[in-house]
T-cell receptor, first 116, second 111 residues
Framework: DADVTQTPRNRITKTGKRIMLECSQT?????MYWYRQDPGLGLRLIYY???????NKGEISDGYSVSRQAQAKFSLSLESAIPNQTALYFC???????????????FGAGSRLTVL | RKEVEQDPGPFNVPEGATVAFNCTYS??????FFWYRQDCRKEPKLLMS???SGNEDGRFTAQLNRASQYISLLIRDSKLSDSATYLC????????????FGAGTRLFVKA
């Protein structure tokens, strides 16, 4: 089984629908993240969580919300999906690091979302 | 200007060729540096960290020039399986919030 599992892997939905992407991990990492990837733009951070009670906005959080249900679970919601949220979404995890800046991310396989 | 910039390519090279990718970053407070590899429609995976002294992992060599804010990746004796997108990644500090990804450089290795 994968260390970081995302569901669903593919989803097509319509404008205005509520969508939830789920992420679970078996790595025992405290830190979890949601990124989106668009062609030519690289990965952009949506939200991140350093533990169950800590949730932070990333650079593109508008239109998204998250829930950290447990150390191993971090879900991303689109309350009312719009076409420009069509993208490839990645969940990632990382461990606490002793050395400043040495953060290494482990990614899930991605969730491809299409909003019509 | 993007904080981490890469030549998008694509680089088309024959098997056995040596190919080099460059990356520049704009924030001088950046503390750690990585190359990730991403296959088509797959997740990024860590290829190697980049150290100031330069480091090598088999056919792959990474270099960092802090004064010029420049990172490079050299691939020797290219294999068909090296075809992928290579992402330059810069950490401005601890935590994913300060992890900045370049848009990636695509490499195609042909027989």
């Amino acid at each position: 089984d994968a260390d970081v599992t995302q569901t669903p892997r593919n989803r097509i939905t319509k404008t205005g629908k509520r969508i939830m992407l789920e992420c679970s991990q078996t790595k025992g990492h405290d830190r979890m993240y949601w990124y989106r990837q668009d062609p030519g733009l690289g990965l952009r951070l949506i939200y991140y969580s350093f533990d169950v009670k800590d949730i932070n906005k990333g650079e593109i959080s508008d239109g998204y919300s998250v829930s950290r249900q447990a150390q191993a679970k971090f879900s991303l919601s689109l309350e009312s999906a719009i076409p420009n949220q069509t993208a490839l979404y990645f969940c990632a995890t990382s461990d606490r690091v002793a050395q400043a800046g040495a953060n290494v991310l482990t990614f899930g396989a991605g969730s491809r979302l299409t909003v019509l | 200007r993007k904080e981490v910039e890469q030549d998008p390519g694509p680089f088309n090279v024959p098997e056995g060729a040596t190919v080099a990718f460059n990356c520049t970053y704009s924030n001088s407070a950046s503390q750690s540096f990585f190359w990730y590899r991403q296959d088509c429609r797959k997740e990024p995976k860590l290829l190697m960290s980049v150290y100031s002294s330069g480091n090598e992992d088999g056919r792959f060599t990474a270099q960092l020039n802090r004064a010029s804010q420049y990172i490079s990746l050299l691939i020797r004796d290219s294999k068909l399986s090296d075809s992928a997108t290579y992402l330059c990644v810069v950490n401005r500090g601890t935590g994913g919030f300060k992890t900045i990804f370049g848009a990636g450089t695509r490499l195609f290795v042909k027989a």
